[in-house]
């Protein structure tokens, strides 16, 4: 099925540093939706975010819906080990529930 | 937030023998839920969508009379996997949204199953 696309795969960083991932589409979205998944675990909805342009914060976290409605990005900000995990992207479009999600990002961080 | 449980967490079983799984939503009521497979290192696969009072609808490839999908009520979807084999094991997982047409979804903690 479509997948959004997903940026980066993979981050391996330093504790304290900041974060930052993305997703992009050729296909508009109404919804975005940020989920962190950890080993063995279902994804845990992170932030949601409904409007173009919107801004949102959940502690750390920052995501923002793009004005295109094509595309999001996650910022984490002063990560910590515990944000370790994969995070997914996901967007919908109204069509029945369903979400399209991206291929996810694996976080690692080095204490 | 809204809280789906899934029962069991994990399950090994022998080849040829079906397994059941169960999706909850423990606080609110889902009139359609869906169901998910994932393997090692990859994304979530959307393979059917569980709608209560119809039949469920199944996206392209996966088969329906393989994977038996009931919502038996506006808490509970269950997902029979027949005749197992090694190939079907994997992580399912199940999500509902909060509300009708809501885009929202929560998911379970998700069934690992293997099959031997």
Avoid at chain 1, 22 to 31: P, R
Avoid at chain 1, 33 to 56: F, H, S
Avoid at chain 1, 97 to 110: A, W
Avoid at chain 2, 81 to 97: G, K, L, M, N
Wanted: charged share 15%.
């Amino acid at each position: 099925g479509q997948q959004l696309n997903q940026s980066p795969q993979s981050m391996f960083i330093q504790e304290g540093e900041d974060v930052s991932m993305n997703c992009t589409s050729s296909s508009i979205f109404n919804t975005w939706l940020w989920y962190k998944q950890d080993p063995g675990e279902g994804p845990v909805l992170l932030i949601a975010l409904y409007k173009a342009g919107e801004l949102t914060s959940n502690g750390r976290l920052t995501a923002q819906f793009g004005i295109t409605r094509k595309d999001s990005f996650l910022n984490i900000s002063a990560s910590i080990p515990s944000d370790v995990g994969i995070y997914f992207c996901a967007g919908g479009n109204n069509a029945g529930n369903m979400l399209t999600f991206g291929g996810g990002t694996r976080l690692m961080v080095k204490p | 937030g809204a809280v789906v449980s899934q029962h069991p967490s994990w399950v090994i079983c022998k080849s040829g023998t079906s397994v059941k799984i169960e999706c909850r939503s423990l606080d609110f009521q889902a009139t359609t839920m869906f169901w998910y497979r994932q393997f090692p290192k990859q994304s979530l696969m959307l393979m059917a969508t569980s709608n209560e009072g119809s039949k469920a609808t199944y996206e392209q490839g996966v088969e329906k009379d393989k994977f038996l999908i009931n919502h038996a009520s506006l808490t509970l979807s269950t997902l029979t996997v027949t005749s197992a084999h090694p190939e079907d094991s994997s992580f399912y997982i199940c999500s509902a949204p909060l509300a009708p047409l809501q885009e929202t979804q929560y998911f379970g903690p998700g069934t690992r199953l293997l099959v031997l």
